[in-house]
């Protein structure tokens, strides 16, 4: 263990929860990049029932990267909250499930497995586990594309351009023109092995989690809306009828037609696409 390393885990460890926030439900949407979970957010917080549901962990992944520094417990709730409200809503991803664990554990539980796969993902796995019980209530929901490739070309893309999400500003007139892109068949398998890695990861932690959680598609986030959000409130014991409150501010980076000619281009080198 470096002594950079040891000294984040030592600030995490004094920054982490020394008592429980009964008072607070928690909400936490478990995602990975390019399935369309900040679209589901925005849905989410324009209700005025879930807080304000985003990456509020991106501070944890930046200190191992020698970046930003630890908030204040305080600090770190009121980005999720809305008001007074008593709902802390966040957006997890994968990969940020590890320093999640890592920040949740002790130094002592963490030094010995941060450094190795194994450990790591032993962290990652345990860390839903470790914060639903300081809350008064947690509710899962996760969250994934169907379409493993439409996920894929989304991500390298967006790596590509440094386009990742699109405001609206009027009418929906579709996505806007964008240069031709052209990823090699070792790119995109790569990026599709990572993808089904941070699926796998989710999956281990939801299973271990102490509450039940429920599964949506970006599809029918994207086609459903706002209708999709009736069961999501419905699981977190929220008023079905408050989703007619929600507005889309949202666009799609990626065309129909776009993400259909890169499919078939790729599908005609390989010649099969493992779904």
Not at 54 to 83: C, I, Q, Y
Not at 190 to 205: F, G, K, L, P, V
Request: glycine share 6%.
């Amino acid at each position: 263990m470096s002594a950079p390393q040891k000294t984040i885990l030592t600030a995490l460890a004094e920054a982490s929860p020394e008592t429980d926030f009964k008072h607070l439900d928690c909400f936490v949407l478990l995602s990975t990049q390019r399935t369309g979970s900040t679209l589901v957010c925005k849905d989410l917080e324009s209700t005025g029932a879930f807080g304000v549901p985003g990456e509020h962990l991106l501070w944890l992944t930046r200190m191992f990267n020698k970046r930003g520094a630890v908030p204040t417990m305080d600090e770190f709730l009121s980005r999720g909250r809305s008001g007074s409200g008593n709902m802390f809503a966040i957006n997890i991803m994968a990969n940020q499930l590890i320093y999640l664990g890592a920040w949740l554990a002790s130094p002592e539980e963490a030094l010995p497995l941060i450094n190795t796969p194994r450990g790591s993902r032993k962290l990652a796995i345990s860390a839903l586990q470790k914060l639903s019980p300081l809350f008064g209530a947690t509710y899962l929901v996760s969250l994934k594309r169907d379409d493993i490739f439409a996920t894929t070309f989304s991500r390298l893309k967006a790596r590509a351009t440094q386009d990742y999400h699109r405001a609206d500003s009027g009418p929906d007139t579709g996505p806007k023109d964008s240069p031709s892109l052209e990823f090699s068949t070792f790119e995109i398998l790569q990026e599709m092995t990572s993808i089904e890695r941070s699926y796998i990861m989710n999956a281990d932690a939801l299973e271990l989690a102490t509450v039940g959680h429920m599964a949506i598609s970006y599809d029918d986030a994207a086609e459903n809306f706002p209708d999709y959000l009736k069961p999501v409130m419905q699981h977190c014991n929220l008023d079905p009828a408050l989703s007619s409150r929600a507005k889309r501010s949202l666009k799609k980076v990626v065309s129909g037609t776009e993400l259909k000619d890169q499919k078939d281009s790729f599908l005609s080198r390989i010649g099969f696409l493992t779904e």
